[in-house]
């Protein structure tokens, strides 16, 4: 039936504009993260061009919310339960895949490359009710970045695109004896350490 599903999902996107299946496909991808689609080359390939444009995705979920507050009266609670639910689920993407605000700052924080880690790391570790609620679930959630050791280099090129084990050098991906950043509080799931692993042995999923 997977199978099946991933065969539709291949079809279903060819011609269609990059953004539609990039929005479309994430929450997707992402409730089916078995180890099943896990080992499709294809559909990691999809995730990880997902991942690549994660901003346009959080452009467009950003600007549905923003709407959705502004033009219909969405009940701030309603955006809160949101960011509850998607914080029990996929940990803290709220504020790097689908918060106005977060794209905003990011754009403004990533003007400087020397103090943009710094800066990402402040701004994740203070953040809104909302971050404060999913940082705290990233250690309980369903979805978690996962490493396979077996086919792990230790070549450190994760920890050097994490913005919490640059910083700290008592976190790490690939370092079993130090701790896990993508648990941490400040981690935003921006994913990038799954995108840039070279031997893929990195996965975010149940």
């Not at 490359?113 to 009710?129: D, F, I």
């Not at 079993?176 to 350490?193: E, F, M, T």
């Amino acid at each position: 039936m997977v199978n099946a599903f991933i065969r539709y999902i291949k079809i279903t996107v060819v011609g269609y504009p990059v953004w539609v299946y990039n929005y479309t496909m994430l929450p997707l991808v992402g409730m089916l993260g078995s180890a099943e689609i896990q080992n499709n080359k294809g559909v990691d390939d999809l995730f990880n061009k997902i991942i690549r444009n994660r901003r346009i995705v959080q452009a467009i979920i950003g600007a549905l919310i923003l709407v959705g507050y502004l033009y219909f009266q969405i009940s701030i609670w309603v955006i809160l339960f949101i960011g509850l639910v998607s914080g029990v689920i996929f940990g803290k993407v709220f504020c790097r895949w689908m918060c106005p605000l977060g794209f905003i700052m990011e754009l403004s924080m990533g003007k400087n490359p020397n103090t943009k880690n710094v800066q990402m790391y402040n701004y994740h570790k203070l953040g809104c009710p909302i971050a404060w609620v999913s940082g705290f679930l990233n250690r309980f959630s369903l979805f978690k970045i996962k490493r396979d050791s077996n086919t792990c280099t230790d070549c450190g090129i994760c920890d050097s695109n994490c913005y919490i084990a640059s910083l700290n050098k008592d976190y790490s991906i690939y370092k079993d004896k130090k701790d896990n950043p993508s648990i941490h509080y400040s981690c935003s799931k921006c994913l990038i350490c799954v995108d840039k692993c070279p031997s893929k042995s990195l996965k975010y999923g149940i």
